[in-house]
């Protein structure tokens, strides 16, 4: 039989040596679960990633046949800050301005949710100021004008100020 001093070393070292295979193993484990999670990540990403909202308002413009200038002047958006929107991808740009753009654009409420939808918005039905705008849209109400006078009427703040 061994002594008792050399179990005890036996002991230590068997341990000593499970913690670091264990630990090996579960740092493997979780360096492979890490990458597989990152591809799966960027796997989804890459299949499920919609058109930003510049190139959504671009090929709106386009396909409507207007110019740049024609809507963000009917919009009442500075040309600066329409120049902020064609050339920072990753520019946020606010809900209202976003819905100036489709009233300037004269689109309907499923292309206008789409406009929305790419700035990360949309309509709701239990809010007082998007149900005016989705009034607007049904009725085709598309001056900027007219649109302010709609949301004033129930004392909200108007699209822009002009």
């Known amino acids: 039989m061994l002594e008792e001093k050399t179990l005890i070393d036996l002991q230590e070292y068997i341990e000593r040596h499970l913690n670091i295979i264990v630990f090996d193993v579960c740092e493997s484990e979780r360096i492979i679960t890490k990458e597989i999670q990152h591809n799966e990540i960027e796997d989804f990403i890459k299949n499920n990633r919609k058109p930003t909202f510049a190139q959504v308002l ?31 991808h990753d520019y946020q740009i606010g809900k209202k301005t976003t819905i100036a753009l489709a009233l300037a654009l004269e689109l309907n409420k499923k292309e206008t949710e789409k406009l929305l939808s790419s700035a990360g918005f949309s309509l709701s039905d239990n809010d007082t100021f998007d149900l005016v705008i989705q009034f607007c849209l049904e009725k085709k109400i598309y001056d900027m004008y007219h649109v302010n006078q709609a949301l004033d009427y129930f004392s909200l703040k108007p699209l822009i100020r002009g």
């Open 58 to 88: 671009f090929s709106f413009i386009d396909t409507k046949g207007y110019s740049d200038s024609d809507i963000y002047k009917k919009a009442g958006i500075d040309r600066r800050h329409f120049s902020k929107i064609r050339s920072m």
